[in-house]
């Protein structure tokens, strides 16, 4: 049965009384034999962290009705290393890695708890490289701005995966490969970044419009979501071949990577949603994919 019919179903049963919340749900599909979407989230600007718009809106309703997760991976654009670790402590502290913006945003904490069990899982699961194990790092705003949107009781186990800046796309499509495994074992995966991230040219003066985007920017991301709806992931991992828009949009890698993971993670028999697709400044976009 497809998990959306199986959902729908046992929706109703709940509304009639069968089940107590949409939590017990949760619980209950979180014993099934359950395979976990992979998401690439356009995170934008840490203020969507604090703020209650329409892009953080679509991130909450992507798992709302998704069991519980017992664990949360993200890949997120601004935790770049030499070499891959994953974040391996209880008590991952919150990253402030921005600047320039408001007191409030400085002040949010979101206290999830890591996971050395899951960052031991995700290192021996990984044949092809030495992932690393890391205790000093933490959440940064590619991923707590997103997860707290998701997950505000900040009760499920968050970590992170680097990204070896030092290797190309095709490299970091084979080690999401290797992680696979890890939707089926209850882990929620994300790539947090942007497809077109090229913040040398943002038109500051349209930030708040989301109806404006330059040529090659909106060239660079209607022909990421065909070859992302096309399954053409060579492509994509060939990125600096498809011309003169794509460079435009991806100026460094840093924001394009994420996606290349979850792409790696992605299955062809997953459902592909595309989501938030939208301009911001004319040189920026927030488009998110949802595999499975």
Request: charged share 20%.
């Amino acid at each position: 049965m497809k998990r959306q019919s199986f959902v729908k179903g046992m929706l109703g049963f709940a509304a009639l009384g069968g089940l107590t919340s949409v939590h017990s749900l949760g619980k209950l599909l979180n014993e099934e034999d359950y395979t976990y979407p992979v998401l690439f989230i356009g995170h934008g600007s840490p203020m969507n962290g604090i703020e209650d718009n329409h892009f953080s809106k679509q991130w909450k309703n992507e798992v709302e009705h998704l069991p519980n997760p017992k664990a949360v991976l993200v890949i997120s654009a601004h935790w770049l290393t030499n070499g891959t670790y994953v974040t391996a402590m209880e008590h991952p502290q919150t990253i402030h890695d921005f600047g320039g913006f408001p007191e409030e945003l400085f002040a949010v904490q979101y206290p999830a708890p890591g996971s050395p069990k899951w960052a031991q899982q995700t290192k021996d699961l990984v044949k092809s490289t030495t992932v690393h194990l890391d205790h000093e790092w933490g959440l940064d705003h590619g991923t707590w701005t997103v997860v707290r949107h998701m997950y505000p009781d900040a009760e499920i186990p968050v970590l992170q995966l680097s990204i070896d800046y030092n290797k190309p796309a095709a490299y970091h499509y084979a080690l999401a490969m290797e992680l696979k495994e890890l939707r089926k074992k209850g882990v929620l995966i994300i790539g947090s970044g942007n497809m077109v991230h090229n913040l040398r040219m943002v038109a500051w003066d349209k930030l708040n419009t989301t109806d404006f985007g330059y040529d090659w920017a909106i060239e660079a991301n209607e022909t990421f979501n065909r070859l992302i709806t096309d399954r053409n992931h060579q492509a994509l991992i060939d990125y600096q071949k498809l011309g003169s828009f794509a460079q435009l949009a991806i100026p460094t890698p840093d924001h394009y990577f994420p996606l290349i993971y979850s792409l790696g993670l992605s299955d062809t028999k997953d459902e592909i949603t595309i989501f938030n697709n939208e301009m911001v400044g004319g040189s920026l976009n927030m488009t998110s994919v949802r595999f499975g």
